[in-house]
């Protein structure tokens, strides 16, 4: 496998890049691993290379039905935060910050990490009381997030719409400095490079039909490129998780659903924080092109399809253009979706499941590129020592037998 120094860079840059190597290699799976991860998506890879490189764990297959980083992990609006409420959250959210501060340099790969500051804008009384109070809670855990004033918006948000009169008034906002964005597809590739260069194989193109179980123990997937045995299989496959639990004869409390998101073309720069206004279910941020990054709340019915419906993004822009009004003169220069698999409590499944050998991580719905880093943590030492890391422990499975929620439903602060 190649490695990246300096002197590859120049090397490359004056040869046109002929004979620039392969970030990983396109491994065809052998018959046996000690571990299967199912999703190449940046949970997945990321749990592939914690196992490698903190666990030394290497006979690891990552098997992906199409091409990594292809589901949600390319396709979200990459908003980095950890201004949750509860502390169970804060404390993973807030090991994945950290991680995403080190990642460039731990991946020796640029994810392009900008924490250039996120804003979750208050636009109703009950949403100013609700936010201050998750000021408190994340400065009381050592978060660095704080309220500012509608003042103190304005002179960060030039293009913000505050006469008086709007529907929605700026009231205040959630501020936390370090709040940002990263490249999504860097993460991926950042991850699946340190794995592979670890020795995990990383198979593309190569779909899981089937989940073996016998006397209560996983021992094998079936996959479009045949059987692959192992004793250990780690289900992360995001919106498609309810498809792949039911192989294996489990019901999941999980309901997947589009979520949508639009750029428009790019203009010139104007704004440098990320914005959520959660009341109007819309968030906007600019990407290093100039364009503007728009997401808003997910659809109103549960599908596997990877499409969005109309109204919501009609609701979305609608939304939006009354709190920025320069939207409403920008042309829209394309759109997509994911399906994103959503708990009750909007907190994640990282877990051990009743069949031994299977654990799964889940459950991150709208809001899981943030925690990358450190789910792939926990959930790899959870894999390699068949008992949950302490962080993961409150988000097992069984707190939705035990009514033990993690209730992040306003911080996830997108509308459901
Ligand atoms: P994915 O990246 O979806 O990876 C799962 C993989 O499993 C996929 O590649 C899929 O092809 C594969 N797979 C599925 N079935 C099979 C099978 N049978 N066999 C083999 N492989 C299979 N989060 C944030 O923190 N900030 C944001 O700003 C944000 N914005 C978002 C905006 C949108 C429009 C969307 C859709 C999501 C957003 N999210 C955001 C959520 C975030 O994208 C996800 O929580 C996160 O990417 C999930 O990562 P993952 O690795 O679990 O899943
Ligand atoms: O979880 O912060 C988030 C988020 C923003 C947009 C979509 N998800």
Redesign the pocket.
Known sequence: MQRYSIFTLARNAANYHKGWGRAWRSAEPRAQYDVII????????ATAYYLAKEHNITSVAV??????????????????RSNYLQDESAAIYQLAHRLYEGLSQELNFNIMFSPRGLMMLCQTEHELRSMTRNAHANRLFGIESRMISPKQVKKKVPIINMSAGVRYPVLGALYQPRGGTAR?DAV?WGYARGADMRGVDIIQN????GISVARGRVNAVE?TKGRIRASKVAI?????TT??TDMAGLRMPIESV????LVSEPIKPVLDVVIMANTVHG?ISQSDKGELVI?GGTDDYNNYSQRGSFPALQHTVTALVETFPIISRLKMLRQ??????MTGDRSPIISKTDVAGLFV??G?????????PGSGFVFADTIANDRPHPIAEPFSIDRFLEGRFVDESVAAG?AH
């Open positions: 199912i999703g190449a998506g940046g949970h997945g890879l098997v992906e039905k199409g091409w990594l980083g292809g589901g949600n992990t390319g396709r979200n609006t990459t908003i980095i999504h991926a190569c779909e899981v039909t996959t992360v496959t995001a919106g498609n498809r792949l589009a979520l949508q998101a968030y997401g997509w979706a994911g399906i994103v698999d991580n889940c991150w719905g709208t809001g899981g590129f943030k925690s990358i997108v």
